[in-house]
């Protein structure tokens, strides 16, 4: 079974650009969490997703990111436009069942603004 | 506030040596603690999780409301236990988790 992918695995871009990640979740999987670790703290949730609504946005730290997930599959986090705090590294997870169920990470997306 | 503190940045023990990662909590309510596990290069898994009361991979950990701490044990350590370990918790209404800073545990041969 194929686990959370995450994509792009690095990105480099200038502030000011716009970046796009995107998550594969685990088939079946209808909850999707978005996560952050910033240099030096910790994880930070983003975002839940239960298939294709937002459950929880309360992580979000300001209107520069958009987050989807058309159709209940896929999700992108979008950045834009990029700053240089945003640099960090970007998780996903899934998880089948609320509240009880494990959530199985990406590998994660090393975001670096400069 | 939720909060997950991990007072220790590095633990560093030769084989053989007992380990405890530390980790306290700050929630008013019945929080659900787990601690994951990110070995070098691969990605952030679930180590063991408070409610399974489970022994994995030699480690334990045991809740404790009145000291609001969730420690992870290892009597033994090995070196493929070096990694970077985060403490978290969910209270049962909500599915984010709060980690902890983590703990990079090093272990010598």
């Known amino acids: 079974e194929a686990g959370v992918t995450q994509f792009p695995s690095h990105s480099v871009i200038e502030k000011g650009q716009t970046v796009t990640l995107r998550c594969d979740p685990i088939?079946?999987?209808?909850?999707l969490y978005w996560y952050r670790r910033v240099m030096g703290k910790e994880i930070k949730f983003l975002l839940h997703f239960v298939k294709e609504s937002k459950q929880d946005e309360s992580g979000m730290p300001n209107n520069r990111f958009l987050a989807e997930r058309t159709g209940g599959t896929y999700s992108t986090l979008k950045v834009q436009p990029a700053e240089l705090e945003d640099s960090g590294v970007y998780f996903c997870?899934?998880?089948?069942?609320?509240?009880?169920?494990?959530?199985?990470f990406g590998q994660g997306t090393r975001l670096t603004v400069v | 506030a939720q909060r997950v503190t991990q007072p220790e940045k590095l633990l560093s023990v030769f084989k053989g040596a007992p380990v405890e990662l530390k980790c306290n909590y700050s929630?008013?309510?019945?929080?659900?603690l787990f601690w994951y596990v990110q070995y070098s290069r691969q990605r952030l898994q679930l180590l063991l999780r408070?409610?399974s009361r489970e022994s994995i991979k030699g480690f334990t950990a045991d809740l404790n409301k009145g000291e609001t701490s969730f420690h992870l044990k290892k009597p033994f350590a090995q070196e493929e236990d070096s990694a970077m370990y985060y403490c978290a918790l969910r209270h049962y209404n909500t599915d984010k988790l709060i980690f902890g800073t983590g703990t990079r545990l090093q272990v010598f041969p």
């Open positions: 088939s079946g999987h209808d909850n």
């Open positions: 929630y008013s309510g019945s929080p659900e």
């Open positions: 408070h409610i």
């Open positions: 997870a899934s998880s089948q069942v609320r509240a009880l169920g494990e959530a199985f």
